[in-house]
């Protein structure tokens, strides 16, 4: 719902609930919140906590004018930003990346490797062929990752489920369930992202 209406509802002023919603997002919170939800998840499964794999991936969003950035990706034909995300077998988010829709699926992940290096995590990257290339093959093993590609469909659009990759639709599906997320109106990368963890 439009903050003002949830200031409305809770009886708090709305400028209130966004002040301490936007501090609360610029100091991490949902990213940690959201990392130690997929960690304890892994391990309730009986996993261990960092997974030996990982799986990355890129949704096109459409954006408001007055979003932060936008672009086209020239493919899907949308104006609008890129999310870029990496999650675990689970389907449970461990990073994420937002840059304009023109961003390259490489580009777009770089800056996620260093964070996942930090977290601990050393294995594989599985992505399609959109990650294919010696340059981004050995930034990741600068950080002790494997890069591995897997076609994601038939040349008539049909979708392989391959591997653990299958995870990516189910993912992209659990989040175009929150209307909040489909259409980006944020003016701020940052506040964004924070719904995407929260979703």
């Known amino acids: 719902m439009q903050w003002r209406v949830a ?4 009886g708090v002023p709305f400028t209130t609930l966004h002040s301490s919603f936007a501090r609360w997002t610029r100091l991490g919170l949902w990213r940690r919140l959201g990392q130690r939800l997929a960690f304890d998840w892994r391990l309730a499964c009986g996993d261990e906590v960092l997974p030996s ?10 954006s408001a004018p007055t979003a932060w950035a936008r672009g086209i990706d020239g493919g899907k034909l949308v104006k609008g930003v890129k999310l870029f995300a990496v999650w675990d077998k689970h389907g449970s ?5 937002l840059q304009s829709a023109n961003t390259d699926d490489r580009a777009g992940v770089l800056p996620m490797l260093p964070r996942l290096a930090a977290l601990g995590f ?10 294919k290339g010696a340059p981004f093959a050995a930034a990741a093993i600068e950080h002790d990752i494997h890069v ?6 038939t040349r008539d659009g049909r ?8 995870v990516v639709e189910r993912l992209f599906a659990w989040l175009s369930r929150y209307r909040r997320l489909n259409i980006v109106y944020d003016r701020a990368a940052d506040l964004f992202a924070g719904h995407v963890w929260i979703a």
């Open 53 to 62: 794999a990982v799986v990355a991936d890129s949704r096109s969003l459409q």
């Open 7 to 10: 200031g409305w509802l809770s």
């Open 122 to 131: 050393e294995g594989d990257l599985l992505g399609d062929s959109g990650f």
């Open 159 to 166: 979708f392989l489920p391959n591997g653990i990759r299958w």
């Open 93 to 97: 988010l461990l990073d994420l990346e």
């Open 148 to 153: 591995s590609i897997s076609p994601g469909g």
